[in-house]
Protein backbone atom coordinates (compact mmCIF):
# COMPACT_ATOMS: atom_id res chain seq x y z
CA UNK A 1 0.00 0.00 0.00
CA UNK A 2 1.16 3.61 -0.83
CA UNK A 3 1.06 5.68 2.48
CA UNK A 4 1.72 8.86 1.18
CA UNK A 5 -0.56 11.40 1.86
CA UNK A 6 -0.03 13.37 -0.93
CA UNK A 7 -1.77 10.96 -3.45
CA UNK A 8 -4.57 9.85 -1.26
CA UNK A 9 -7.55 12.27 -2.39
CA UNK A 10 -5.65 12.82 -5.64
CA UNK A 11 -7.25 10.86 -8.64
CA UNK A 12 -5.52 12.37 -11.36
CA UNK A 13 -2.09 10.50 -9.51
CA UNK A 14 -0.19 7.57 -11.68
CA UNK A 15 -1.16 3.91 -10.60
CA UNK A 16 1.81 2.90 -8.10
CA UNK A 17 2.79 -0.41 -9.91
CA UNK A 18 3.79 -1.38 -6.29
CA UNK A 19 0.49 -1.33 -4.99
CA UNK A 20 -0.93 -4.73 -6.23
CA UNK A 21 -0.06 -7.45 -8.46
CA UNK A 22 1.74 -7.12 -11.22
CA UNK A 23 0.60 -6.48 -14.23
CA UNK A 24 -0.13 -9.07 -16.89
CA UNK A 25 1.98 -8.40 -19.81
CA UNK A 26 2.86 -10.54 -23.22
CA UNK A 27 4.88 -13.79 -22.04
CA UNK A 28 7.57 -12.75 -24.13
CA UNK A 29 8.93 -10.01 -21.98
CA UNK A 30 10.19 -12.39 -19.46
CA UNK A 31 11.90 -11.17 -16.74
CA UNK A 32 14.99 -9.12 -18.70
CA UNK A 33 14.16 -5.61 -17.22
CA UNK A 34 15.77 -3.93 -20.57
CA UNK A 35 12.97 -6.32 -22.54
CA UNK A 36 10.09 -5.41 -19.79
CA UNK A 37 10.75 -1.61 -20.53
CA UNK A 38 10.24 -2.34 -24.33
CA UNK A 39 7.31 -4.23 -24.31
CA UNK A 40 5.61 -1.83 -21.85
CA UNK A 41 6.92 1.24 -23.11
CA UNK A 42 7.65 0.78 -26.77
CA UNK A 43 6.48 -2.26 -28.78
CA UNK A 44 3.48 -2.07 -30.27
CA UNK A 45 2.72 2.05 -29.62
CA UNK A 46 2.30 4.03 -33.19
CA UNK A 47 5.66 5.51 -34.23
CA UNK A 48 5.66 8.70 -36.08
CA UNK A 49 9.54 9.60 -36.02
CA UNK A 50 11.49 9.11 -39.68
CA UNK A 51 14.81 8.52 -37.31
CA UNK A 52 12.97 6.25 -35.22
CA UNK A 53 11.44 4.07 -37.60
CA UNK A 54 15.20 3.80 -39.71
CA UNK A 55 16.68 2.58 -36.61
CA UNK A 56 13.85 0.27 -36.01
CA UNK A 57 13.67 -1.15 -39.41
CA UNK A 58 17.85 -1.78 -39.70
CA UNK A 59 17.51 -3.09 -36.10
CA UNK A 60 14.95 -6.04 -36.90
CA UNK A 61 17.16 -6.80 -40.21
CA UNK A 62 19.95 -7.01 -37.85
CA UNK A 63 17.72 -9.37 -35.62
CA UNK A 64 17.54 -11.82 -38.41
CA UNK A 65 19.00 -15.23 -36.73
CA UNK A 66 19.22 -14.16 -33.26
CA UNK A 67 16.78 -13.35 -30.31
CA UNK A 68 15.59 -9.60 -29.99
CA UNK A 69 17.36 -9.27 -26.85
CA UNK A 70 20.33 -9.77 -27.94
CA UNK A 71 19.97 -6.44 -30.31
CA UNK A 72 17.81 -4.62 -27.68
CA UNK A 73 21.06 -5.10 -25.20
CA UNK A 74 23.22 -3.63 -28.37
CA UNK A 75 20.76 -0.84 -29.38
CA UNK A 76 22.68 1.67 -27.47
CA UNK A 77 25.81 0.75 -29.19
CA UNK A 78 24.11 0.59 -32.45
CA UNK A 79 23.22 4.46 -31.98
CA UNK A 80 26.70 4.98 -30.73
CA UNK A 81 28.69 3.40 -33.77
CA UNK A 82 25.84 4.54 -36.63
CA UNK A 83 25.55 8.29 -35.40
CA UNK A 84 22.02 8.10 -33.89
CA UNK A 85 21.01 6.38 -37.29
CA UNK A 86 21.38 9.39 -39.30
CA UNK A 87 20.37 7.99 -42.88
CA UNK A 88 22.15 10.88 -44.51
CA UNK A 89 25.51 10.22 -42.63
CA UNK A 90 25.17 6.07 -42.95
CA UNK A 91 24.17 6.66 -46.74
CA UNK A 92 27.55 8.22 -46.97
CA UNK A 93 29.72 5.79 -45.47
CA UNK A 94 32.72 4.73 -47.56
CA UNK A 95 34.72 1.10 -47.44
CA UNK A 96 37.24 2.39 -44.96
CA UNK A 97 34.09 3.07 -42.46
CA UNK A 98 32.18 -0.23 -43.10
CA UNK A 99 35.60 -1.66 -42.41
CA UNK A 100 35.87 0.18 -38.98
CA UNK A 101 32.34 -1.18 -37.98
CA UNK A 102 32.97 -4.57 -39.44
CA UNK A 103 35.55 -4.62 -36.14
CA UNK A 104 33.04 -2.55 -34.13
CA UNK A 105 32.46 -5.14 -30.48
CA UNK A 106 29.54 -2.49 -30.08
CA UNK A 107 27.28 -4.25 -32.46
CA UNK A 108 26.68 -7.61 -34.88
CA UNK A 109 29.69 -8.05 -36.79
CA UNK A 110 28.20 -9.42 -39.74
CA UNK A 111 29.40 -8.05 -43.40
CA UNK A 112 25.93 -8.60 -44.99
CA UNK A 113 24.00 -6.74 -42.30
CA UNK A 114 26.61 -4.00 -41.75
CA UNK A 115 26.12 -3.75 -45.10
CA UNK A 116 22.72 -3.32 -45.18
CA UNK A 117 22.53 -0.55 -42.98
CA UNK A 118 23.93 1.47 -45.61
CA UNK A 119 21.79 0.39 -48.67
CA UNK A 120 18.48 0.67 -46.15
CA UNK A 121 20.12 4.53 -45.55
CA UNK A 122 20.34 5.17 -49.59
CA UNK A 123 16.95 3.73 -49.99
CA UNK A 124 15.43 5.93 -46.51
CA UNK A 125 16.87 8.85 -48.32
CA UNK A 126 15.20 7.68 -52.02
CA UNK A 127 11.62 6.88 -50.10
CA UNK A 128 11.85 10.77 -48.41
CA UNK A 129 12.55 12.09 -51.78
CA UNK A 130 9.53 9.71 -53.25
CA UNK A 131 6.65 9.38 -50.48
CA UNK A 132 7.64 12.18 -48.16
CA UNK A 133 9.74 9.70 -45.57
CA UNK A 134 9.13 6.62 -43.91
CA UNK A 135 6.28 8.15 -42.11
CA UNK A 136 4.04 8.48 -44.79
CA UNK A 137 4.81 5.63 -46.87
CA UNK A 138 4.59 2.92 -43.88
CA UNK A 139 1.37 4.55 -42.34
CA UNK A 140 -0.15 4.65 -45.61
CA UNK A 141 -0.08 0.92 -45.45
CA UNK A 142 -2.22 0.66 -43.22
CA UNK A 143 -4.43 3.20 -43.89
CA UNK A 144 -3.22 5.48 -41.31
CA UNK A 145 -4.21 3.54 -38.28
CA UNK A 146 -2.98 0.64 -36.59
CA UNK A 147 -4.31 -2.66 -36.79
CA UNK A 148 -5.16 -3.96 -33.36
CA UNK A 149 -5.83 -7.70 -33.07
CA UNK A 150 -6.93 -9.49 -30.34
CA UNK A 151 -4.85 -12.90 -29.75
CA UNK A 152 -6.02 -15.39 -27.16
CA UNK A 153 -1.85 -16.28 -26.77
CA UNK A 154 1.54 -16.09 -28.28
CA UNK A 155 0.82 -19.64 -30.05
CA UNK A 156 -1.45 -17.46 -32.24
CA UNK A 157 0.11 -14.30 -33.37
CA UNK A 158 1.45 -15.12 -36.83
CA UNK A 159 5.13 -15.01 -38.02
CA UNK A 160 4.03 -12.98 -41.15
CA UNK A 161 1.13 -11.99 -42.85
CA UNK A 162 -0.38 -11.07 -46.68
CA UNK A 163 0.01 -7.25 -46.29
CA UNK A 164 3.56 -7.95 -44.30
CA UNK A 165 4.63 -10.27 -47.39
CA UNK A 166 3.66 -6.93 -50.11
CA UNK A 167 5.80 -4.60 -47.96
CA UNK A 168 8.73 -6.93 -48.00
CA UNK A 169 8.31 -7.11 -51.36
CA UNK A 170 8.18 -3.19 -52.07
CA UNK A 171 10.40 -2.53 -50.11
CA UNK A 172 12.99 -5.27 -51.16
CA UNK A 173 12.03 -3.19 -54.77
CA UNK A 174 13.02 -0.11 -53.11
CA UNK A 175 16.29 -1.10 -52.30
CA UNK A 176 15.85 -2.20 -48.62
CA UNK A 177 17.67 -5.01 -47.36
CA UNK A 178 16.88 -7.56 -44.41
CA UNK A 179 12.99 -6.80 -45.15
CA UNK A 180 11.69 -10.37 -45.58
CA UNK A 181 7.92 -11.27 -44.66
CA UNK A 182 8.99 -12.32 -41.42
CA UNK A 183 11.18 -9.51 -40.77
CA UNK A 184 9.00 -7.09 -41.87
CA UNK A 185 6.02 -8.13 -39.70
CA UNK A 186 8.26 -8.01 -36.67
CA UNK A 187 8.84 -4.13 -37.48
CA UNK A 188 5.29 -3.78 -38.44
CA UNK A 189 5.05 -4.80 -34.63
CA UNK A 190 7.89 -2.98 -32.96
CA UNK A 191 6.70 0.32 -34.91
CA UNK A 192 3.05 0.19 -34.01
CA UNK A 193 1.70 -0.35 -37.55
CA UNK A 194 0.26 -3.56 -35.90
CA UNK A 195 -0.53 -4.26 -32.24
CA UNK A 196 0.07 -7.31 -31.17
CA UNK A 197 -0.01 -7.16 -27.31
CA UNK A 198 -2.53 -10.22 -26.28
CA UNK A 199 -5.86 -9.76 -24.89
CA UNK A 200 -5.04 -10.36 -21.56
CA UNK A 201 -1.97 -8.04 -21.37
CA UNK A 202 -1.98 -4.55 -20.08
CA UNK A 203 -0.66 -2.74 -22.68
CA UNK A 204 -3.47 -4.38 -25.18
CA UNK A 205 -5.88 -1.04 -26.50
CA UNK A 206 -8.64 -2.58 -24.81
CA UNK A 207 -7.51 -2.29 -21.42
CA UNK A 208 -5.74 1.42 -22.23
CA UNK A 209 -8.93 2.04 -22.97
CA UNK A 210 -10.95 1.50 -20.20
CA UNK A 211 -7.81 3.15 -18.47
CA UNK A 212 -8.23 6.17 -20.23
CA UNK A 213 -11.41 6.17 -19.70
CA UNK A 214 -11.82 5.40 -16.13
CA UNK A 215 -9.44 8.66 -15.20
CA UNK A 216 -10.92 10.90 -17.65
CA UNK A 217 -14.10 10.24 -15.37
CA UNK A 218 -11.92 10.34 -12.23
CA UNK A 219 -10.80 13.74 -13.11
CA UNK A 220 -13.51 15.02 -14.69
CA UNK A 221 -15.41 18.17 -12.75
CA UNK A 222 -17.88 18.72 -15.46
CA UNK A 223 -21.49 16.33 -15.76
CA UNK A 224 -20.80 12.86 -17.61
CA UNK A 225 -24.03 13.66 -19.19
CA UNK A 226 -22.51 17.04 -20.64
Not at 2 to 23: K, Y
Not at 102 to 113: F, H, Q, S
Not at 188 to 203: A, K, W
Request: hydrophobic share 35%.
Amino acid sequence: MNDDPSRLDDPSAEPDMNDGPPPTRCDWAGADPLMVAYHDEEWGRPVHDERQLFEMLCLEGAQAGLAWSTILHRREGYREAYEGFDAERIAAYDETRQAQLLADTRIIRNRAKIRAFRENAVATLRIRAEAGGLDAYLWEVVGGEPIVNRWARSADIPATTPLAATLARDLRRRGFRFTGPVIVYAYMQSVGLVNDHLVGCFCHPDHQDRLDRSDSLGRSTDSPLR
